[in-house]
């Protein structure tokens, strides 16, 4: 039985227009292939992948065509069925140039998905599964894109008691999550057998926001009998899809700062994953696709769509009709999705979805706003859900004093959910501030 | 009362023992010559010599592990009154000045998107890049001019720094701001300077900005053995006879240019001369 009137939240955070309702009723459909793919070989956090196939050579889709380097690297795989036609640069959306493996598609194709090695959930060990885990490329697909075999083993001295699926996706406009849930509800069981037998622990928590009741009653009530599946359901706030909201909002723990949710029992996996681990697994399969939402008011043919990892933004944006005067678009959602600079970034691992804006909502071709010196308001320091003071950190970040920030005010912590700047009369660019900060810090330590 | 009279008196003796003892046995003999040569300095501390700061110099004077041509913020003359005030010689050392290795101005270069936050080249980088084109591109938001301590780079009309050479101490703040590290210190005997960092070739970077190198290898044909084409970019050996203005002349795009002494940098006689004043118009979006 559901029980949505159990208030598991926590304080702080904001509540954004949700305009989830565009695409939450769309089934998902399988996006065409664009004339060129563009597979990064560094989609994930970590070392790039290497890889194993030549110029020219003729691949099958979902062949492995880059191998995992190193323990912090996943394997890539072929998105479609065609021709390797180079090995060189491509814009990736951090702002870098990165080697990638251009592959034109086969026309003609049937795309037909090639099976490897499969996993069965039974028999293999704990460490075969993490292999396999590694082997199908999987990484977080909520978006930061952390490779998820490197989470699941419980660390030395600690023990696990909670998995967490994390099927809350509080940023506004997404609705891909959700439509996993719906209609991948027996690939997510599966996937949770698999990670409940890799971090030994002994109950997983399914993890839903009050704005999807009809996701949280078909899981409640698919749960198999023999599974230690809770399905819990919290009211809606935004950033309560981050890691360390979801257990603090839920299990009522609170992860130390600079710490890992496994300091508290817990480990964190994404919905999507799972049901991808579910999905490929059993078959040997590797990452080649992933759903993804295309919405906003800059596109007329809005929807969840299963699309092959490399096609490029302005060819998902061709097929989905975008509007005439498109002004800005965003890879995620427009909370935390970094805008798109150039139109020939490809679609990766850690894309949830893309948002298109036009120029009515952004304010004008430049869309720039007019920022006022800080009044001292303190929105800002009711809103950071993780109880910084954004107000004082931007001021310091203003004079550059990065020591002082990282030391004093604790800006590593911050996993700019842009509550802050969203609530700040002014018109801050609080986040963007403490980006460069991060970086900035990152850069200090990393030379001292 | 007399009882604190008494106590602080005897406190104030044996405070006053302990000065005493501390000045006579653990005194530090300090070269009076430092203080003089660290008022002679400048006192930017700007770290350009290697030292830490004037300070560190002065030291390093007058223990005789550096000359007074270290410093690369004083004249000739205020050179030559250390070294007189020292008894050593000033030591040549030769000037080295801070170059950027990007000639995509507004005019020349095309952007994909405008940029619309906080108003600095690093806070432009880390949105995808920036709104330029050429991902190795200057983005002309000038946090060069506001690290340089000298007044040394001032951003032109297109959005460019151009570096005043004169007053350059190569102290390397710019090359620490800049987050496309376009800017690197160079001695100004070096005349050959690559004006690009587009790692693209051909028409690819033609598209992205009128002045880069497309990779062609004119010049490394025209000077082979100074010239070696890596990565589509030709990288001039500096070790070697260098000075050959040759290797200029056939340039398409003019994106390797000569330091002239008297006239600045000049691009070959085959370059493109770009006349547009204006802004690239941007083509995508």
């Known amino acids: 039985m559901l029980d949505f009137a159990k208030r598991d939240s926590f304080p702080h955070g904001i509540h954004p227009p949700e305009n989830k309702d565009d695409t939450s009723g769309l089934p998902i459909r399988q996006f065409p292939f664009a004339p060129v793919l563009i597979v990064p070989l560094s989609q994930h956090l970590g070392k790039p992948a290497k890889p194993v196939v030549r110029e020219g050579q003729e691949v099958v889709r979902g062949q492995t065509i880059a191998e995992a380097d190193g323990f912090m690297s996943v394997a890539m795989h072929a998105p479609a069925s065609g021709t390797i036609r180079r090995i060189g640069l491509a814009p990736h959306i951090n702002g870098q140039m990165v080697e990638a493996v251009y592959l034109e598609p086969l026309p003609a194709s049937t795309q037909e998905i090639a099976d490897g090695e499969p996993c069965d959930v039974e028999s293999a060990t704990p460490d075969e599964i993490v292999t396999a885990i590694q082997r199908a490329g999987i990484v977080g697909l909520g978006g930061a894109a952390f490779p998820t075999h490197v989470k699941l083993r419980p660390p030395e001295g600690k023990t696990l008691d909670t998995l967490f699926i994390n099927g809350v996706e509080c940023e506004p406009y997404l609705t891909t999550d959700h439509r996993v849930m719906l209609e991948q509800t027996e690939d997510i069981f599966m996937g949770i057998r698999y990670l409940l037998k890799v971090t030994q622990t002994p109950r997983a928590v399914i993890a839903i926001e009050a704005n999807k009741p009809d996701a949280a009653e078909k899981l409640a009530a698919a749960v198999p009998e023999d599974l230690p599946v809770e399905v819990r359901v919290s009211p809606v706030k935004y950033p309560q899809g981050a890691e360390k909201m979801v257990i603090k909002a839920l299990l009522g723990r609170e992860i130390p700062s600079g710490g890992l949710p496994a300091d508290v029992g817990a ?81 990766t691992k850690g894309t949830s979805g893309i948002t298109a804006f036009t120029a009515a909502e952004t304010g004008g071709s430049t869309g720039h706003r007019k920022v006022y010196p800080c009044i001292g308001c303190a929105r800002c320091v009711e809103a950071c859900p993780l109880y910084l003071n954004p107000s004082q950190l931007g001021i310091l970040a203003k004079f550059e004093q990065y020591e002082q920030m990282a030391d004093d005010f604790h800006l590593m912590d911050c996993f700019e959910c842009g509550s802050c700047s969203y609530v700040c009369p002014s018109h801050i660019p609080l986040v963007q501030y403490f980006r460069m900060s991060k970086k900035m810090v990152r850069k200090m330590r990393a030379a001292a | ?209 009128e002045v880069g190198c497309d990779a062609c290898g004119r010049c490394a044909a025209d000077a082979p053995g100074v010239i070696a084409m890596v990565e589509n970019l030709p990288v001039v050996d500096y070790g070697r006879n260098h000075n050959v203005r040759t290797a200029i002349d056939r340039c398409p795009t003019g994106a390797i240019v000569w330091f002239d002494e008297k006239q600045g940098p000049q691009t070959g006689r085959g370059a493109r001369r770009v006349v547009r004043q204006g802004e690239r118009r941007a083509v995508n979006t």
């Open chain 2, 1 to 209: 009362m007399y009882i604190a009279v008494l106590t602080l008196a005897a406190l104030c003796f044996v405070f006053a023992t302990l000065l005493v003892v501390a000045h006579r046995f653990l005194h530090v003999e300090e070269d009076p010559r430092i203080e003089a040569v660290q008022d002679m300095l400048p006192g930017t501390n700007c770290g350009a010599c290697g030292f830490p700061g004037c300070a560190g110099l002065a030291i390093a004077i007058v223990g005789g592990e550096a000359l007074p041509g270290k410093c690369t913020v004083m004249n000739e003359d205020e050179r030559e009154e250390v070294a007189g005030f020292m008894g050593v010689d000033a030591g040549a050392e030769e000037k080295v000045v801070a170059r950027l290795a990007c000639a995509g101005g507004a005019n020349t270069a095309r952007n994909r998107a405008s940029y619309a936050g906080v108003p600095s080249c690093r806070g432009a980088e880390l949105i995808a890049g920036g709104g330029k084109a050429c991902f190795w591109g200057c983005l002309g938001l000038g946090d060069c001019e506001t690290v340089c301590d000298f007044d040394a780079i001032t951003m032109d009309r297109h959005g460019l720094p151009v570096v005043n050479e004169d007053h350059c101490t190569a102290c390397g703040d710019c090359v620490e701001a800049c987050p496309k590290d376009l800017f690197s210190l160079h001695p100004v005997s070096n005349r050959l300077w690559v004006n690009c960092k587009n790692l693209a070739k051909g028409q690819a970077v033609l598209d992205d900005c």
């Open chain 1, 267 to 347: 480990v964190c996996c994404n919905v999507a994953t799972t049901a991808e681990i579910g999905r490929l697994l059993p078959r040997g399969r590797g990452i080649q696709e992933r759903v993804i939402t295309i919405t906003g008011p800059g596109v007329s043919k809005k929807g969840n769509y299963r699309i092959p990892i490399g096609t490029t933004v302005r060819f998902a944006l061709e097929q989905c009709g975008a509007v005439e005067d498109i002004s800005r678009v965003f890879m995620g959602g427009p909370m935390m999705g970094p805008s798109v600079s150039n139109l020939d970034i490809p679609i």
